[in-house]
């Protein structure tokens, strides 16, 4: 009888601590979706106020404005081209965020062209690098094709989808490539919309193009891009940083 009361008591106590530790697992599970729900928050708010910022500005730029894309193998000065608008007005929104900040040029094909702009290459695990080339804001944008707008040396395209998936030829809403070789560049023309060229920093897009790359055309070492910047007259830059 003492045994069976004993073993009840200890299949009581045991059940009691594992109720506890479901209990202590649940409220730390409910804590950490909670804290995160609030870091979401925080970020929706700052994304909302960069945003904001960025279509203020947006309003004071010339037709054609001009961008530097700094990376750390040099700078990539862009003018960005008036009659695709949809396109410029993504770029310039997604510039001044900083959205393109910190990411990869993640494709690069020597005497092709070099492709970045995939949010998913900030991260650099395993897991992250199988979904390059994935990445965009969540939308896609209209094609926009002119024909004056070619694929010469320099110029700035959207990536996109392929045919069967994109019968529209909608571009992506961050990915971008720029042409080192007009040649093999020109079967492009009219399929993916050119939205931009180089003004300088050729030699910048040939540095890249000639890094060493694997089977799957991502750089061995990182191609970075620092920052994309608006590139300002001196008089104008002054004005802004006292306004700081």
Known sequence: MKKTIFRLSVMLLAAAVAAGCNNAAKKAEEAAAAEQARLDSIAAVEKAQKEKIAMEKMTTLPEEPVFNIETNLGTIKIRLYSKTPKHRDNFEKLALTGFYDSLLFHRVINGFMIQGGDPYTRDTSAAAVAKYGQGGPGYTIPAEF???????????????????????????????????????????????????????????????????????????????????????????????????
């Open 146 to 244: 002119v024909p004056e707008y070619t694929h010469k040396k320099g110029a700035i395209a959207a990536a996109r989808r392929g045919d069967i998936a994109n019968p529209k030829k909608e571009s992506s809403g961050s990915q971008f490539y720029i042409v080192q070789d007009e040649k093999t560049c020109a079967q492009l023309n009219g399929e993916y919309t050119v939205f931009g060229e180089t003004i300088s920093g050729f030699e910048v897009i040939d540095r890249i193009a000639s890094v060493a790359t694997n089977a799957r055309d991502l750089p061995l070492k990182e191609v970075r891009i620092k920052k994309v910047t608006l590139d300002l007259p001196e008089e104008a830059e002054g004005t802004e940083k006292a306004q700081e």
